[in-house]
């Protein structure tokens, strides 16, 4: 359980204040924070502040600074600063100018204002302000005048409006002549307990103060006369006296009778002084004024009472609390009175009070939040247009609050849902729904305690084509197949044959699978020659080729003829390349003639080529013949020989296909440099290219534990070296390549080692010497201003001799601390010294001296830098400690000798302690022969500083000797006594005489502080007989015991003498006697247990109890109570070892009696 009461220390070494601005100027607040503390937040009616047009947020360091430009009237209200757990609210007031007036003036007017300002009648009291005018005049008036109101324009307005006493009043005239005339028409109460009543006839009119009937009424018979300025001045009433001994009811009379304007402010401070005359003595110990405790502890309030029977009552915001379970727990022990509110939630933050009859103690209970960690951070992405964003995170705990922003501005629900929020449990899910441009930026999810950052790359939709269409020349009967292959799968596409659509039939046959488009022509006939077009939905292109129809004419010869190869049918040129994409089906048709039908042989690298792999395929037909390869790879590039021969002869003819593909992906990239949000990277280009060459790369990025990459260069970059930016720093990243020719893009490569964006720390700053010796200096700094995510290592400190730039480490290794003493320097040498900061992107600039240092010793005189409260004798209480710490300077390390009365010190009891800087005298528990001057002497060498201390230890007085009567005459007796022999060590302050009845013996005091050694007590009691007794007071209080006179004095009365009858005294004595005994009891265990009888008896019985015949008075577990007759035992939190017999014993002089239960505990 956290202690309770006690809140964390604070954030900030300096708190904005509430300031009153004058409207158009600039408002500036600034905070500054402590160490460490990084995250600042500004709020205005419980709203984050960003930075906008009409404000401007700045942080320097610890120094954070909030200027809101061109203030108006609408930017006053409450603002707060918010640094960790530590909260500060100030308000930011707006001025409004005075207006110069709503008109010119008469001339006649013009010369009488002076005049008139000038005779105005003086004030006496406390006048507040120009709004206390203001808001006097209003009173009179009847009307509420706001501060921003112009007293001229007021003056302006006619219109009428009832006056409090039933007169019809001007408004404008009676608050013009308020404002103009400077003062108020009434005036608040000043400190000293009475209030003047200002009357002004400025405008003609006057207030009377009789209190009469007519009290308060307006006279306007001046109006209409010349304005003359008349002043009067009433008499002096108090109103508080009036206030106080007035009913309530007649509060608001006596208010408006003499003109009271703050009724409620003087109502306040009368409960005030009514409370401060009665101190409540109902509670010894209160709550504190508040209480912060953790989310789900448990905390404990506390009082002590003055009544151990006293019953409390706990409220909460003003609503009784009961016990409800173990959510609240009452405790009363003793004089303790406890409430225990366990697993605390946000609702039990509020406002508890302890209520015992008219007195109670309130407190504040402020339950914090722990603060809310991400488990699962935001990642990148990139989208196209018009596609959805999701940008999903998890949390620490269920139902927190996150707050989503874009670029430092936060995101809400706005009318067309284009941002929507989604909480499912610890997960936390933003949406963005068609997302456009605009859209790009960095988006953060913050919670009270952390944050994740991610950032959205919105692209607008490019088509790649993987594979175009190819013109294909086909024959009567044959097959035509058009295919293309686009970048995206989702994308739809139309077929045009001439520009008319193609429609689907038995005969034409349309696909589209994944990012694959076909069509395909079975039985090709002469009218499907023509241009074939395929457009993407869209895309504002399209990819073309022709269809070329051959028709074969084949001219009958009866003779043979020899094989002929024709390759320049196609219109190509004999041995042409042919280039075929890896993947893609080759078809190579070659013409050929010859009768009878010669015999086709193909052949590769004088290999023949069989059908017997499955992917080859050779047909044979009467006028041409074909050779086939599904997909082609690599391995198929190279020369093909086809050979044809018959009886008549033979041809032959070489074809060469370059089957080109994509390339070889490129070696993993090598990170050369990183910087705060950046990194360069380099890579090899791919060893084989594909066949085609290489037009540039694609680069893509990604977080270490994400699985998004996320593409860095739209247009292919043509270079091996590339420096991305806007990364995050503390971030780990990797990176790989695609390569890219006219075929399409290869496989990615290797991921890059992973690296993280650091800068190196900016240098230290205010480095000083701090203290140079002989061979030593020491030094002191700062840590650097801006530090980054990689956080700081340590410092290096380096020296070198002036004139030479070969620097020295003063250590080996780091110092993680801000300051630094380096040990065998040479005596004499002028040196130069400068610290870095080192952290893993290595070194800082160097913070160094202006100046060479020489190392050599300073001699500073001694001087004793006495406190100014020692200056004066010293008083200290038999008991308490003396604690002196003195400081002093000098150099090398003084001296220190302490002397008391010219003696050297008894080190038995007082305790010195010595520093280079400051000495230290202690005495545990000071006694009266400590009193005395104690001498202090430094020294340096031959120089030497003293100073002298008067220690006077003091003690409570003994009483006075001899108090004797020396007088007696009428109700008068005259006293004296001589002083105490034991003063306390200190001056007399006085003696207090108390006097006490013979017959009740209460003492009451008659004096105090009487100043001699003698008085004369008066007033006293005819017939009663009285003794008197002094005690002796000085500063430490008065004497522990007090000086009685040895005989009474019997005050007689005057005449004749009354000798009163003698009677026998009657006899009350009787044995002890139970009048209610002890009853059998069963408790519950671990709650209190009390067990209660009734005894009389006379004289008072001695009373004992006992648990199975053992005495029970020595056992700190049970409390005995004794209350008019009614004797009661309370066993506290009892347990089953508690149950047994317990007895009653009581005994006097005339007899015992006893009474015995048996007690029996039950375990729930």
């Given at each position: 359980m956290p202690e309770a009461g006690r809140k964390p220390a604070p954030s900030f070494t300096k708190k904005p204040r509430s300031t009153v601005f004058n409207v158009g100027s600039d408002a500036t607040f600034t905070a500054e924070t402590?160490?460490?503390?990084?995250?600042?937040?500004?709020?205005?009616?419980?709203?984050?502040?960003?930075?906008?047009?009409?404000?401007?947020?700045?942080?320097?360091?610890?120094?954070?600074?909030?200027?809101?430009?061109?203030?108006?009237?609408?930017?006053?209200?409450?603002?707060?600063?918010?640094?960790?757990?530590?909260?500060?609210?100030?308000?930011?007031?707006?001025?409004?100018?005075?207006?110069?007036?709503c008109g010119s003036l008469p001339p006649g007017e013009a010369e009488q204002k002076p005049t008139r300002d000038a005779q105005t009648a003086s004030v006496t009291g406390n006048v507040s302000s120009t709004a206390s005018r203001e808001a006097a005049a209003g009173e009179l008036s009847g009307q509420k005048v706001p501060e921003s109101h112009s007293t001229d324009q007021e003056v302006c307005d006619s219109e009428k409006v009832p006056a409090s006493s039933g007169t019809a009043l001007k408004r404008g005239s009676v608050e013009g002549a308020s404002s103009q005339a400077g003062v108020p028409l009434f005036l608040e109460r000043p400190q000293s307990g009475t209030v003047t009543v200002v009357f002004l006839v400025r405008l003609g009119f006057e207030i009377s103060t009789d209190g009469g009937e007519e009290a308060g009424e307006l006279d306007f018979s001046g109006l209409l006369k010349k304005r003359d300025v008349k002043v009067e001045e009433g008499p002096k009433i108090d109103v508080w006296e009036i206030l106080q001994n007035a009913p309530p009811s007649q509060y608001e009379k006596i208010a408006f009778q003499y003109g009271i304007t703050d009724l409620r402010g003087m109502l306040k401070r009368l409960k005030r002084m009514r409370k401060d005359e009665k101190k409540g003595t109902a509670f010894l110990t209160k709550l504190a004024g508040a209480y912060q405790v953790d989310k789900s502890q448990k905390l404990k309030l506390m009082v002590e009472v003055a009544n151990p029977d006293a019953e409390v009552k706990w409220l909460k915001n003003g609503q009784e609390l009961h016990p409800s379970g173990s959510k609240f727990i009452f405790e009363n022990i003793g004089y303790k009175r406890m409430l225990t509110i366990n697993h605390c939630s946000l609702a039990d933050d509020a406002a508890y009070q302890c209520v015992l009859g008219d007195e109670k103690t309130i407190t504040e209970l402020f339950v914090r939040e722990p603060p809310v960690l991400i488990t699962h951070s935001l990642e990148d992405q990139v989208v196209m247009v018009g596609q959805r964003v999701e940008f999903e995170l998890e949390v620490s705990e269920e139902g927190a609050l996150v707050k989503w922003e874009r670029n430092g501005q936060e995101l809400r629900r706005e009318e067309t849902f284009k941002y929507r929020f989604k909480k499912d449990g610890k997960k936390h899910v933003l949406f963005i729904n068609e997302a456009t441009k605009e859209d790009a930026g960095h988006y953060t999810a913050k919670t009270n305690g952390d944050q994740s950052v991610a950032e959205l790359l919105v692209q607008e939709k490019q088509l790649e084509v993987y594979q175009d269409i190819a013109d294909l020349t086909v024959k009567a009967e044959e097959q035509a197949v058009f295919k293309c292959e686009v970048s995206d799968e989702e994308v739809k596409g139309t077929w045009l044959k001439n520009g008319v659509e193609v429609v689907p039939s038995d005969r034409m046959q349309i696909t589209h699978i994944g990012r694959i488009h076909k069509l395909v022509i079975d039985n090709v006939r002469p009218e499907d020659e023509g241009d074939y077009t395929f457009v993407p939905e869209g895309f504002a292109f399209n990819l073309s080729a022709k269809l070329n129809f051959l028709e074969v004419k084949i001219d009958y010869v009866p003779r043979q003829d020899p094989p002929k190869i024709h390759l320049d049918c196609f219109g190509r040129i004999p041995d042409a390349t042919i280039i075929v994409v890896a993947g893609n089906k080759l078809r190579l048709d070659v013409p050929i003639t010859g009768d009878p039908d010669p015999t086709v042989i193909w052949t590769k690298a004088d290999q023949v080529i069989t059908e017997l792999d499955g992917r080859v395929y050779i047909e044979k037909h009467p006028d041409h013949c074909v050779f086939i390869v599904e997909g082609a790879e690599r391995c198929d590039q190279g020369v093909y020989t086809v050979l044809v021969k018959n009886p008549a002869g033979e041809d032959r003819a070489d074809i060469t296909v370059k089957v080109v593909d994509v390339p070889d992906p490129p070696d993993a990239p090598r990170v050369l440099s990183v910087g705060e949000d950046c990194c360069t990277i380099q890579w090899e280009p791919p060893a084989f290219d594909g066949g085609q060459p290489v037009l540039g790369y694609v680069l893509e990025r990604k977080k270490k534990n994400s699985y998004r990459w996320m593409r860095l260069n739209f247009d292919l970059w043509k270079e091996t070296t590339y420096e991305a930016k806007r990364m995050i720093e503390g971030v780990v990243y990797e990176m790989r390549v695609y390569a890219v020719n006219s075929i399409g893009m290869s496989r990615h490569s290797q991921a890059s080692r992973p690296f993280v964006p650091i800068a190196p720390t900016s240098e230290p700053t205010n480095l000083t010497v701090e203290n140079v010796s002989d061979t030593t200096i020491s030094l002191k700094w700062r840590a650097p201003e801006k530090v980054g995510a990689a956080g700081l290592d340590g410092y290096l400190v380096e020296y070198c001799k002036e004139g030479s730039n070969d620097w020295l480490p003063a250590q080996q290794g780091l110092t993680d601390r801000n300051s630094i003493l380096i040990r065998d320097l040479p005596t004499g040498e002028r040196m130069h010294f400068r610290v870095r900061a080192i952290n893993m992107a290595g070194p800082s600039a160097a913070a160094s001296l202006s100046q060479a240092v020489t190392i050599r010793e300073i001699v500073q005189q001694p001087r004793i830098c006495l406190p100014r409260n020692l200056r004066q004798k010293v008083l200290k209480v038999v008991g308490e400690t003396v604690n002196l710490m003195i400081a002093f300077q000098g150099k090398p390390r003084p001296e220190v000798s302490w002397l008391k009365d010219g003696q050297p010190l008894n080190l038995q009891n007082i305790t010195v302690r010595n520093s280079d800087s400051d000495t230290i005298l202690f005495i545990r528990s000071a006694e009266r022969g400590h009193s005395g001057i104690y001498q202090l002497k430094v020294e340096v060498e031959s120089a030497q500083d003293t100073a002298s201390i008067h220690i006077?230890?003091?003690?409570?007085?003994?009483?006075?000797?001899?108090?004797?009567?020396?007088?007696?005459?009428?109700?008068?007796?005259?006293?004296?006594?001589?002083?105490?022999?034991?003063?306390?060590?200190?001056?007399?302050?006085?003696?207090?005489?108390?006097?006490?009845?013979?017959?009740?013996?209460?003492?009451?005091?008659?004096?105090?502080?009487?100043?001699?050694?003698?008085?004369?007590?008066?007033?006293l009691v005819m017939g009663n007989e009285y003794f008197f007794r002094v005690f002796t007071e000085n500063l430490c209080g008065l004497s522990k015991e007090a000086a009685q006179s040895k005989d009474s004095v019997y005050i007689q009365k005057p005449g004749r003498q009354y000798k009163p009858p003698s009677y026998k005294e009657p006899d009350f004595t009787e044995p002890p006697k139970f009048t209610r005994p002890l009853i059998d009891r069963s408790v519950i265990c671990g709650y209190n247990a009390t067990l209660s009888c009734a005894l009389r008896g006379t004289p008072k019985p001695k009373v004992v109890w006992c648990k199975n015949q053992l005495d029970l008075s020595g056992d700190p577990r049970?409390?005995?109570?004794?209350?008019?007759?009614?004797?009661?035992?309370?066993?506290?939190?009892?347990?089953?070892?508690?149950?047994?017999?317990?007895?009653?014993?009581?005994?006097?002089?005339?007899?015992?009696?006893?009474?015995?239960?048996?007690?029996?505990?039950?375990?729930?």
């Open positions: 402590e160490k460490g503390v990084a995250k600042v937040r500004w709020q205005r009616h419980g709203a984050d502040m960003a930075a906008s047009e009409r404000w401007t947020i700045s942080s320097e360091g610890t120094k954070h600074t909030l200027t809101i430009h061109a203030v108006s009237s609408l930017d006053s209200g409450v603002y707060t600063v918010i640094a960790g757990s530590s909260k500060v609210k100030f308000e930011l007031k707006v001025k409004e100018p005075e207006d110069s007036g006077q230890v003091i003690d409570r007085p003994g009483p006075p000797v001899a108090v004797k009567i020396r007088e007696v005459w009428g109700l008068n007796v005259a006293l004296s006594w001589l002083p105490p022999k034991d003063d306390g060590n200190c001056e007399i302050t006085g003696y207090t005489i108390q006097k006490a009845d013979k017959k009740t013996m209460e003492w009451f005091v008659v004096y105090e502080r009487c100043r001699r050694t003698e008085c004369s007590v008066s007033e049970y409390r005995m109570f004794s209350n008019q007759g009614v004797l009661t035992l309370e066993i506290r939190k009892p347990s089953p070892f508690d149950a047994g017999i317990y007895s009653c014993l009581a005994s006097n002089p005339l007899g015992e009696a006893r009474s015995d239960c048996k007690l029996e505990v039950r375990v729930p």
